[in-house]
């Protein structure tokens, strides 16, 4: 069974610097999707960023990229530049290929920004 | 342009009631999915609906059942409420057509069992 690890219940990090959270994973299939999302304290979740497994190189969306090893299984994610607004909690995804129809969180990291 | 639309938002029962929790989308997505949220465990899959007509379980599908009365729309049921039911609800959707499309979730229900 996928199993998804977010080893960080709480991270500090000052305005305007970069921060990592990470998230390892267990899969026996080769072909998965990872993915991230960010829940402010509004509740909602909102979708950041995506990796294929096959894919070559680490993805980007604006101020987030994805430190993808997939060796180690690992798929931290980076915040370059943080902002007050990041405060929230970041949750890592997989669904493997195999098993399209499920998709498993990990407990996630709750961020705060300081000013 | 809704999205995934969630009803109530918030919720209290007592003990032995029960309750539906309403979804319905505008997203013409096949796949529907209901996940409980608590503290210090992420999201966890209750049951989902890979299309219209069919229903499997997830990880946590026990004291529930869904119901996808079309493709919009895809409900949860609590048949009895137990304390243990005490969680943050969300309705999600996808679109299997691409292995990159992220889930959709609409805006969660807040549901206390007392």
């Known amino acids: 069974a996928q199993k998804i690890t977010q080893t960080q219940p709480g991270m500090f990090v000052q305005e305007k610097e970069a921060v990592t959270l990470d998230c390892t994973y267990d899969t026996s299939d080769p072909s998965y999707g990872l993915f991230w999302y960010k829940q402010p304290s509004s509740g909602e979740m909102i979708f950041l960023i995506y990796q294929g497994s096959y894919d070559q190189q680490n993805a980007t969306e604006g101020r987030y990229s994805l430190n993808f090893q997939k060796a180690r299984k690992s798929a931290n994610l980076v915040i370059s530049a943080s902002q007050l607004g990041d405060s929230a909690m970041y949750f890592c995804?997989?669904?493997?290929?195999?098993?399209?129809?499920?998709?498993?969180f990990g407990a996630g990291t709750r961020l705060t920004v300081k000013p | 342009n809704a999205g995934v639309t969630q009803t109530p938002k918030f919720q209290v029962l007592k003990t032995g009631q029960s309750m539906t929790l309403q979804c319905a989308q505008d997203m013409n997505h096949n796949s529907m999915y209901w996940y409980r949220q608590d503290p210090g465990m992420g999201l966890r899959l209750i049951y989902y609906?890979?299309?219209?007509?069919?229903?499997d379980k997830g990880e946590v599908p026990n004291g529930y059942n869904v119901s996808r009365l079309n493709k919009r729309e895809f409900s949860l049921r609590l048949e009895s409420a137990a304390p243990s039911q005490t969680s943050v609800y969300f309705c999600?959707?996808?679109?299997?057509?691409?292995?990159?499309?992220?889930?959709?979730f609409g805006n969660g229900t807040r549901l206390t069992v007392t």
């Open positions: 609906s890979a299309s219209e007509g069919t229903t």
């Open positions: 995804a997989m669904r493997e290929v195999s098993n399209n129809n499920d998709m498993r």
């Open positions: 999600a959707t996808l679109d299997r057509s691409s292995y990159n499309s992220p889930l959709h």
